[in-house]
């Protein structure tokens, strides 16, 4: 399996961080946050492939572009980012010792960590 750093799904994450686009939720819930099969394909009607990607933070590259499953590691439920969806691709990682995953994941969440203690303010 190759597994690739997704650049374009951690700018996006950072994007929707910066606007606010994210659930901070501290309870560890992410298997009732995470976009399940309905939601993936109701996205994929509305969407193309390249925007579906925008929502993981590694993919497969042994596996066709435009196949759903290339996709690794989601950090949102395709409409907001949530923190403990990057906290679960950051433990996933760590598992897997994927290196470039866990330091994009940890950036993450020290970033929406500052934004979320700053609000509270």
């Known amino acids: 399996m190759a597994i690739k ?5 951690f700018e996006h994450a950072l994007e929707l961080i910066k606007v606010g686009e994210v659930e ?14 309905n939601d993936t394909v109701r996205f994929l009607d509305t969407h193309d492939i390249n925007e579906y990607a925008q929502w993981f933070l590694a993919e ?3 596996i066709d572009r435009n196949n759903k499953d290339r996709y ?6 395709l409409q907001i980012v949530h923190r403990n969806g990057i906290q679960a ?7 897997e010792n994927n290196k470039e995953v866990v330091d994009a994941a940890r950036k993450l969440l020290d970033i929406i960590d500052k934004e ?3 609000q509270e303010h």
């Open 72 to 77: 690794l590691f989601p950090y949102g439920d």
């Open 24 to 37: 901070y939720g501290k309870k560890w819930n992410w298997e009732a946050h995470k976009a399940n099969r």
């Open 5 to 9: 750093f997704n650049h374009t799904g």
């Open 116 to 118: 979320h203690n700053t």
């Open 60 to 62: 497969n590259t042994e």
């Open 89 to 95: 691709a950051l433990e996933q990682a760590q598992k």
